[in-house]
């Protein structure tokens, strides 16, 4: 016990002699390793990641003059609070890897829903832990090599001479919006042209 207390180490019996190193750990940097790898439960900083009002990441985006909405955060959220904390449970941080974001590609709910919906419960996930990782909250990057699903869209149509009259026989609620639409039809000019 002597060698613990007092750091005489004895040599290696049976090995090559080493050159004894001197280790020195900053207290500081000992305590928030700590508090990052053990104790940093992910349901508080998940959750409060997408709050305005109290997310880090929203005041770093701010002061670089970037915003985020306030629907963009109360949606990404609730993707938090309703796929990710039950899974989750109350593991920490630093406890959470790719394995556990690949896993909810083989949720039955998560399966059910359109591609851009689960897109976004990813993003909810790995947008707090990329920050997390870059901030070094966690040694474990989760975030890269993740392959999202595609997203095609309905294949719109163009419609044809007599729908068209038959959308502009009804009445709108807003003459603009109507003598707009008409021009842009007529003329292959889109309403955001004409602004």
Avoid at 12 to 34: C, H, Q
Avoid at 138 to 163: H, P, V, Y
Wanted: charged residues 25%.
């Amino acid at each position: 016990m002597n060698w613990l207390v007092n750091g005489n180490i004895p040599s290696r019996i049976n090995g090559k002699e080493e050159t004894k190193a001197t280790l020195t750990v900053d207290k500081m940097s000992f305590f928030t390793m700590f508090h990052a790898f053990g104790f940093t439960s992910d349901k508080k900083f998940l959750y409060n990641f997408w709050n305005i009002e109290k997310s880090p990441y929203v005041a770093e985006k701010k002061l670089k003059g970037q915003q985020i909405h306030l629907n963009y955060s109360e949606a990404m959220r609730s993707r938090i609070t309703i796929y990710w904390l039950p899974r989750l449970k109350d593991r920490t941080i630093g406890s959470i890897t790719i394995d556990d974001v690949k896993d909810i590609f083989n949720d039955p709910v998560v399966k059910k829903l359109a591609h851009k919906t689960i897109n976004s419960i990813i993003s909810a996930l790995t947008i707090p832990m990329k920050w997390a990782y870059y901030n070094r909250l966690t040694r474990n990057n989760c975030f890269d090599g993740i392959i999202k699903c595609s997203q095609k869209g309905k294949t719109r149509k163009i419609f044809t001479m007599e729908q068209a009259a038959a959308v502009f026989k009804i009445d709108w609620e807003n003459d603009t919006a109507k003598l707009a639409n008409a021009v842009a039809m007529c003329t292959g000019m889109r309403r955001v042209k004409m602004l």
